[in-house]
């Protein structure tokens, strides 16, 4: 199995920032992709950023030019960085991991990070 570990998510003021990061176990090969999601209070769950391996990376366009997402490969950790966050922001921020390694071939989920953003 592979645990995900999340952290970095608070409480903002409008218009501050955050910066969350995941890691997932440095001794797996094989990520294709880490991404983040995000649930709002009833709300589906949706996609916020994904970093895709030798691929540029894809935003929603609610958070085009505001989130940035990276990748420290050698740390397998992926990073959000959110700035300019508006009360619309506010959600649980869970991480992704898409694995094609031969053996955990899989897609994984970190228990989610609480973003509360005030008015």
């Known amino acids: 199995q592979v645990q995900l570990v999340e952290s970095g998510g608070g409480l903002v003021q409008s218009g501050g920032s955050l910066r969350l990061s995941c890691a997932a176990p440095e001794s797996i090969f094989g990520i294709y992709s880490m991404g983040w999601y995000r649930q709002a209070p009833g709300k589906q769950r949706e996609l916020v950023a994904e970093?895709?391996?030798?691929?540029?990376?894809n935003y929603a366009d609610s958070v085009k030019g505001r989130f940035t997402i990276s990748r420290d490969n050698a740390k397998n950790t992926v990073y959000l960085q959110m700035n300019s966050l508006q009360p619309e922001d506010t959600a649980v921020y869970y991480c992704?991991?898409?694995?094609?390694?031969?053996?955990?071939?899989?897609?994984?989920w970190g228990q989610g990070t609480q973003v509360t953003v005030s008015s």
């Open positions: 992704n991991a898409d694995i094609r390694d031969l053996v955990l071939y899989g897609v994984y």
């Open positions: 970093d895709i391996s030798n691929s540029a990376p």
